[in-house]
């Protein structure tokens, strides 16, 4: 069965610091995917980056970048320069792709972010 | 535009109610789901409609009743509700590979939700 685990509940840091938010996931499947969702205070939850198993690429947008490790299970997400906006919720979130029928998406527990200006 | 909308987006019933909550998107998706999320907890599937079908229920009570009348629409009837079933209430969508098509998983991209309060 699929896990995902985001060990770091809360994370308070200064604004402009630097801050690398924890996923790992547990899955059987050779062929999966990884997604990252930031829940701001008013609810939404906003696609940030999806990434395949067989990508393992790192990827950069703006301020933001991820670290994908097969070898580790990991899929960690890093905020260079925080700023106040960056406060929210962040969800990792595995979808296997074998048997999968509808989709479904596994949830981390979720980081809450907290930047203080 | 990956928009998904809401309404409303706040709701406070009394248990003998019966309100709805509505979905809706325009970005051609065929999946569209409801979700649960409670204070400081993930999101947690209740429905799944593929093709205006609904394909996964995952044991939800019969309280609430999904509805999908066309592909940008959907809908969960609210009947009866406990205190309980305060929380918000998110609803997604994503492309939708056809029965037998390459094993590939689509983004769900989520509505800004539901607060709904029973009391």
């Known amino acids: 069965a699929q896990k995902v685990t985001q060990a770091q509940t809360e994370i308070s840091v200064v604004e402009k610091e630097d801050v690398t938010l924890d996923c790992v996931y547990e899955t059987r499947d050779t062929t999966y995917y990884l997604f990252w969702y930031k829940q701001p205070p008013s609810g939404e939850l906003v696609f940030l980056i999806r990434r395949n198993s067989f990508d393992e690429q790192n990827e950069i947008s703006g301020r933001y970048s991820w670290n994908f490790q097969k070898s580790t299970s990991s899929f960690n997400f890093t905020i260079t320069a925080s700023q106040v906006v960056d406060s929210a919720v962040y969800f990792c979130a595995l979808s296997e792709a074998e048997g999968n029928a509808g989709n479904m998406l596994t949830f981390g527990g979720g980081t809450r972010l907290m930047v203080k200006p | 535009d990956t928009e998904v909308t809401q309404t409303p987006k706040h709701l406070v019933m009394g248990m003998t109610n019966k309100k709805s909550l509505k979905c809706e998107q325009h970005?051609?998706?065929?999946?569209m789901y409801w979700y649960k999320q409670k204070a400081k907890k993930p999101p947690e599937l209740m429905f799944v409609y593929s093709y205006e079908k609904l394909s996964i229920n995952e044991s939800v009570p019969s309280r609430f009743s999904p509805e999908c009348p066309n592909s940008s629409l959907l809908n969960l009837h609210l009947h009866a509700l406990q205190p309980e079933d305060s929380a918000l209430y998110l609803c997604?969508?994503?492309?939708?590979?056809?029965?037998?098509?390459?094993?590939?998983?689509?983004?769900?991209?989520f509505g800004p939700g539901t607060r709904l309060l029973v009391l």
């Open positions: 970005m051609g998706h065929r999946a």
């Open positions: 997604a969508s994503s492309q939708e590979e056809l029965a037998g098509g390459p094993a590939y998983q689509e983004t769900q991209y």
